[in-house]
């Protein structure tokens, strides 16, 4: 069974720092690219970042030069760590799988930066 599993989601204030971590299972890990969206209130889900299974790094221009994805094909794992956060990062973060036409999505974890 097929399971992604964020975690590391909380409330901090702005200017603080936070790692997100997305455990993934049931998959063949590394040929997948991974993906973070996130949803904030109101507002529709968003991309955020993204990272190929051979590394290649892509970001949202609202998150560039404060957040890095990274992961450990080891431990079947993609982090997000996120600093100088902003009220505005405020959202549900949603760790998403995807090769070719398959893709999973998590459950999703929440982010609160207070100002």
């Known amino acids: 069974q097929v399971g992604l599993v964020e975690s590391g989601g909380g409330l901090v204030q702005g200017g603080g720092s936070l790692r997100l971590d997305c455990a993934a299972s049931?998959?063949?890990?590394?040929?997948?690219?991974m993906d973070w969206y996130r949803q904030g209130p109101g507002k529709s889900r968003e991309w955020v970042a993204s990272?190929?299974?051979?590394?290649?790094?892509n970001y949202a221009d609202s998150v560039q030069g404060r957040f890095t994805i990274s992961r450990d094909n080891n431990k079947d794992t993609v982090y997000l760590q996120m600093n100088s956060l902003k009220p505005e990062d405020t959202a549900v973060y949603y760790c998403?799988?995807?090769?070719?036409?398959?893709?999973?999505w998590g459950q999703g974890t929440q982010v609160t930066v207070s100002s």
């Open positions: 998403h799988a995807a090769f070719g036409s398959t893709e999973y």
């Open positions: 049931g998959i063949t890990f590394d040929v997948y690219r």
């Open positions: 990272i190929g299974r051979f590394g290649n790094r």
